[in-house]
T-cell receptor
Framework: GQNIDQPTEMTATEGAIVQINCTYQ??????LFWYQQHAGEAPTFLSY????GLEEKGRFSSFLSRSKGYSYLLLKELQMKDSASYLC????????????FGRGTQLTVWP | DADVTQTPRNRITKTGKRIMLECSQT?????MYWYRQDPGLGLRLIYY???????NKGEISDGYSVSRQAQAKFSLSLESAIPNQTALYFC?????????????FGAGTRLSVL
């Protein structure tokens, strides 16, 4: 079966660093996506990890451990505009293009 | 201009009515998807299509049907709407030539079934 576990909510203050964890179990695995979704808006692509390790992209970094079924999204120098839901989505490679989305982690950044 | 356009943006309908949600894209992508999003449940895949002649059921296709009228258009129909189909619906597209197969989402259609 498919199972994705990520915290429901997190809070942090401006300028801080926050790590959003995701563990997953899926039938078939090609890589893992992170999407950002502001309230009432469309999800937008943040990152995609295929290989183990950390990939950095500006203030955002994403980590993957395939053997542990674990990923995290690291957000640095938090800004108010980073308040959003962050969706972990394994890419089930055997069924191309079929992402399985987690329920999302609602991040609130306080001034 | 939006690359993935969903119409209508909001819709209120009554139980038993047939309703169609439309999605069009100017990205030139061959793959299109329909999701619904409910509070606390995340995004769930309803149907997807990898090209004009290809239609596949997702995880929650019961009560829905789709039509891929052209590469750029993918519509979702609720044959007889029921209240538990009240949700936020998203269309998405991707390109088979993209090794990451990133999906790009429309702005969503908020549907209420009374």
């Amino acid at each position: 079966g498919q199972n994705i576990d990520q915290p429901t909510e997190m809070t942090a203050t401006e300028g801080a660093i926050v790590q959003i964890n995701c563990t997953y179990q899926t039938s078939g695995f090609n890589g893992l996506f992170w999407y950002q979704q502001h309230a009432g808006e469309a999800p937008t692509f943040l990152s995609y990890n295929v290989l183990d390790g950390l990939e950095e992209k500006g203030r955002f970094s994403s980590f993957l451990s395939r053997s542990k079924g674990y990923s995290y999204l690291l957000l640095k120098e938090l800004q108010m505009k980073d308040s959003a839901s962050y969706l972990c989505a394994p890419d089930r490679g055997s069924t191309l293009g079929r992402l399985y989305f987690g329920r999302g982690t609602q991040l609130t950044v306080w001034p | 201009d939006a690359d993935v356009t969903q119409t209508p943006r909001n819709r209120i309908t009554k139980t038993g009515k047939r309703i169609m949600l439309e999605c069009s894209q100017t990205k030139g992508h061959d793959r299109m998807y329909w999701y619904r999003q409910d509070p606390g449940l995340g995004l769930r895949l309803i149907y997807y299509s990898f090209d004009v002649k290809d239609i596949n059921k997702g995880e929650i296709s019961d009560g829905y049907s789709v039509s891929r009228q052209a590469q750029a258009k993918f519509s979702l129909s609720l044959e007889s709407a029921i209240p538990n189909q009240t949700a936020l619906y998203f269309c998405a597209t991707s390109d088979h030539r993209d090794s990451k197969n990133i999906q790009y989402f429309g702005a969503g259609t908020r549907l209420s079934v009374l």
